[in-house]
């Protein structure tokens, strides 16, 4: 039986983890309300650099959100009664309470579910720190590590993808493909603007790992900005570039940049 009403996601506009629970409720077809939620204090601070709220600002200002999100970070769902945040247990949630609604996040089989859980830690411990050091990091040798590291941990996931794909699984767009996305798409915008780096294309010049992992990384790219999930959960290329100079110049204040800042 479908568990599921019209859910209300709260979220922000530019924030990675959001989308990819915003991408999972257009997958599955989830009827769902968006509530926009601005984590920081109002200002006209010219140096860009923003105040996170508090805990106790959040709840005055977004009680229900609070309520459905104890530390105030986003994602947030609320389903009825029912509420639930991080995005990771946001996306299995939505697959376990649709009922099979929509698209099927998570391969059938149990051993492949072991997989999709594996390659998801994966991305979580050994992709997505090292985006954020190499924007936040502020030496060029620093910068330069978190660049190899990053391409590191992309052609070990190249490696295990269906060879034939498009996506992960191959034609079965999943867990593993969401879990990503966000983060390559900042990679190839957010990161080419202020480290001049991104994954290169296999014409580029002299490339460090094999060709067929740039290309099958690009496969999987150039298919998935090609779905409607995509295309209705994607922030604006240069409002998203502007946001991130808090990132760039080591100046932010997100639970993220305080996780990822370093010593």
Same mark, same amino acid.
């Given at each position: 039986?479908? %568990?599921?009403?019209?859910?209300?996601?709260?979220?922000?506009?530019?924030? &990675?983890?959001?989308?990819?629970?915003?991408?999972?409720?257009?997958?599955?077809?989830?009827?769902?309300?968006?509530?926009?939620?601005?984590?920081?204090?109002?200002?006209?601070?010219?140096?860009?650099?923003?105040?996170?709220?508090?805990?106790?600002?959040?709840?005055?200002?977004?009680?229900?959100?609070? $309520?459905?999100?104890?530390?105030?970070?986003?994602?947030?769902?609320?389903?009825?009664?029912?509420?639930?945040?991080?995005?990771?247990?946001?996306?299995?949630?939505?697959?376990?309470?649709?009922?099979?609604?929509?698209?099927?996040?998570?391969? %059938?089989?149990?051993?492949?579910?072991?997989?999709?859980?594996?390659?998801?830690?994966?991305?979580? $411990?050994?992709?997505?720190?090292?985006?954020?050091?190499?924007?936040?990091?502020?030496?060029?040798?620093?910068?330069?590590?978190?660049?190899?590291?990053?391409?590191?941990?992309?052609?070990?996931?190249?490696?295990?993808?269906?060879?034939?794909? &498009?996506?992960?699984?191959?034609?079965?767009?999943?867990?593993?493909?969401?879990?990503?996305?966000?983060?390559?798409?900042?990679?190839?915008?957010?990161?080419?603007?202020?480290?001049?780096?991104?994954? &290169?294309? &296999?014409?580029?010049? %002299?490339?460090?790992?094999?060709?067929?992992?740039?290309?099958?990384?690009?496969?999987?790219?150039?298919?998935?900005?090609?779905?409607?999930?995509?295309?209705?959960?994607?922030?604006?290329?240069?409002?998203?570039?502007?946001?991130?100079?808090?990132?760039?110049?080591?100046?932010?204040?997100?639970?993220?940049?305080?996780?990822?800042?370093?010593?």
């Amino acid at each position: 039986e479908n %568990k599921m009403n019209t859910v209300i996601l709260y979220g922000s506009w530019f924030c &990675p983890y959001v989308q990819r629970v915003w991408i999972a409720l257009e997958e599955k077809q989830i009827a769902y309300e968006y509530v926009e939620i601005n984590p920081y204090k109002d200002s006209s601070n010219i140096s860009h650099t923003k105040i996170a709220l508090s805990i106790d600002e959040k709840r005055f200002k977004y009680p229900e959100f609070v $309520e459905a999100s104890p530390r105030g970070l986003v994602p947030a769902l609320r389903n009825g009664s029912y509420s639930i945040c991080d995005s990771m247990v946001c996306l299995e949630y939505l697959e376990d309470a649709s009922c099979g609604v929509g698209a099927f996040l998570m391969p %059938k089989t149990p051993e492949e579910r072991g997989k999709a859980r594996y390659w998801c830690v994966f991305i979580n $411990e050994k992709i997505i720190p090292h985006y954020y050091k190499m924007l936040m990091r502020q030496s060029l040798e620093e910068q330069d590590q978190a660049k190899r590291d990053l391409l590191d941990g992309l052609y070990e996931f190249a490696k295990a993808m269906n060879k034939v794909g &498009p996506y992960f699984f191959g034609v079965e767009f999943s867990i593993v493909d969401i879990t990503l996305l966000p983060w390559f798409q900042r990679i190839q915008t957010v990161s080419k603007a202020y480290r001049n780096f991104e994954v &290169p294309r &296999p014409s580029a010049a %002299k490339l460090e790992h094999p060709e067929d992992l740039h290309n099958r990384l690009h496969l999987w790219f150039d298919a998935i900005q090609q779905r409607r999930s995509y295309l209705h959960s994607v922030a604006d290329t240069s409002q998203l570039i502007e946001n991130y100079i808090g990132y760039a110049n080591n100046s932010a204040t997100s639970d993220v940049a305080v996780r990822f800042r370093g010593p």
